[in-house]
């Protein structure tokens, strides 16, 4: 029986943010949904209309001729008041968060803290203000046989840009999260779809940033926050010829989708998805004879991390067979099975992640080591382990797909050609990851060399959950991690997405832009006449 439906939180209104003002034309309805509790949240939201889509892109279109214009200090500025108003909306953010994805109160706070980090981060960031890129090289009209003219080039914004709410991570990779954060530090207007899971922490999040639109003095349309239940809201944005970019995290069907829809626009746009990944990890010998308890319960846990519903999970191991590999299954196996069922987000995923894990287990050769026999509790994730053979995992592709949920597949290979055969012919993952002794990695550096053409972040004796937000992280890939393995969606140099180079040549001082004038007024670092970069006049 389904518990008591909640109390409706006091300011959530149900409605869009088309620019600053609030909008409820539409007639299409939805709620979300408590999986904890199994019931339905009693909060009303009100699927935007076409009629306020185009409201929402009119608006973008005219404030990012003003917006473009801002300096890295009047955006720096935004980024931080909004920064400061997530953090005033206190308690409330964190239940209406809780009850809309079953997660934890200490998950709530981590990914608050992981957003207003971002926001806080990319704002120093622009405020230095060298990362436009500025290059000048200046004329040389003596220069024989023809003379060389001025030209300067910098990264200039695309426009507005289509961001969609990440089921999984309702705060650090939605309403002002990394895409949202980022498009907004290059100069670009968000219009965001926020995720039907949790709409209710997606307009809080946008009540914050109107208000910080309105303290700063940032032209209205520079963000809207639009509700849907649905794709064709998301259809609709990526179509439409106002929309420069898409950001978008969550699965290969539904990034390709929204990839497939872009190119096939008069004027194709780039659309920057993450997606699935197995996130392999290639187990050596040596160190796993050496340490192995400490790598099953490292694994264990990071397996059944958050239910498993993180895109880095470890969802493939691979060794080669022998007695370390099987001690170490045995023991990964026992670590596994102590850990408790999680809640997963919602119905919907933990359906898919059943009907995934049955997939499996249906796959001829599959044997199950560990399926939790614990009581089922609705939305509740059993954790599995399973092994196959390395000429099996060969032969059925079935088993390369990402199950999203604690599942992950032990692959026994014959020996390291074997292993060597399987890397190569995996898909572009987001990590891969090497457990060995030094010795014993330079050993195989075919393997690991193999590997790291595969994946965009390469570990070496850790695990591939908890992704470090650092200007040093890559969390992308070759495709399908991600639809473009040259940019990273996390860290500040995820605003690269969002902008396009442009050079000026032959052009009057006092029209270029501030960045490339001849006496440096924004003091920033750059490259003049060479491969120096430095604060110098040109």
Not at 237 to 258: D, E, M
Not at 517 to 523: I, S, T
Request: net charge positive; proline share 6%; glycine share 8%.
């Amino acid at each position: 029986m389904r518990d008591t439906i909640l109390k409706k939180q006091p300011t959530l209104t149900g409605k869009n943010y088309i620019g600053n003002a609030l909008s409820a034309k539409g007639t299409t309805r939805f709620t979300t949904f408590n999986s904890q509790k199994n019931c339905s949240n009693t909060t009303v939201f009100i699927e935007a209309t076409k009629e306020e889509i185009e409201k929402a892109l009119h608006l973008a279109t005219a404030a990012f001729s003003v917006y473009a214009k801002k300096t890295g200090k009047e955006k720096a500025f935004f980024l931080r008041t909004i920064a400061e108003e997530i953090e005033l909306l206190g308690e409330e953010l964190l239940e209406v968060y809780k009850v809309e994805s079953g997660l934890s109160e200490q998950r709530a706070l981590a990914e608050k803290s992981r957003t207003i980090g971002k926001l806080t981060d990319l704002a120093a960031y622009i405020e230095a203000g060298s990362w436009v890129e500025p290059y000048i090289d200046t004329a040389q009209p003596k220069r024989l046989p023809f003379p060389k003219p001025d030209i300067r080039k910098m990264l200039m914004p695309l426009g507005p840009i289509a961001v969609f709410g990440a089921s999984n991570f309702p705060l650090a990779y939605s309403t002002a999260g990394g895409d949202t954060a980022t498009a907004l530090a290059a100069g670009c207007p968000v219009l965001v779809k926020s995720h039907p899971m949790h709409t209710g922490t997606a307009e809080l999040v946008a009540s914050a940033i109107v208000k910080a639109v309105q303290k700063t003095g940032m032209p209205n349309g520079v963000f809207s926050n639009l509700n849907s239940s649905g794709i064709e809201l998301g259809e609709l944005l990526v179509q439409h010829p106002k929309i420069k970019g898409v950001g978008f995290t969550g699965s290969i069907q539904g990034g390709r989708a929204l990839l497939d829809i872009a190119a096939k626009r008069v004027e194709p746009i780039p659309v920057f998805a993450e997606m699935g990944s197995v996130n392999p990890v290639v187990l050596l010998p040596k160190e796993l004879g050496k340490s192995t308890l400490y790598w099953a319960k490292k694994y264990a846990k990071s397996i059944t991390l958050g239910a498993g519903q993180f895109c880095t999970n470890p969802g493939l191991l691979l060794g080669v067979e022998g007695k370390e590999l099987k001690y170490f299954t045995k023991l990964l196996s026992e670590e596994m099975i102590k850990i408790s069922p999680q809640c997963m987000l919602h119905p919907k995923i933990y359906g898919s992640y059943e009907a995934k894990k049955n997939s499996i287990i249906a796959q001829k050769d599959v044997e199950v080591l560990v399926n939790s026999n614990v009581e089922e509790v609705p939305n509740f994730a059993r954790q599995m382990l399973c092994t196959v053979s390395g000429a099996v995992f060969l032969q059925n592709t079935a088993l390369h797909n990402e199950v999203f949920g604690p599942l992950s597949l032990v692959v026994i290979c014959k020996n390291k050609t074997e292993l060597l055969q399987i890397i190569t012919q995996l898909q572009g993952q987001l990590t891969g990851t090497v457990i060995g002794t030094a010795s014993e990695i330079i050993e195989n550096n075919a393997i690991v060399s193999a590997l790291q053409h595969r994946v965009g972040r390469l570990i070496y004796n850790d695990v591939s959950t908890g992704v470090e937000v650092c200007p040093s992280m890559v969390h992308g890939g070759p495709y399908p991690a991600s639809t473009d393995s040259r940019f990273t969606a996390v860290g500040v140099g995820a605003i690269k997405r969002w902008v396009r180079p442009i050079s000026f040549q032959s052009c009057p001082n006092k029209l270029l832009p501030k960045a490339l004038q001849n006496d440096n007024p924004l003091q920033i670092l750059r490259t003049v006449n060479g491969p120096n970069t430095s604060l110098c006049n040109a």
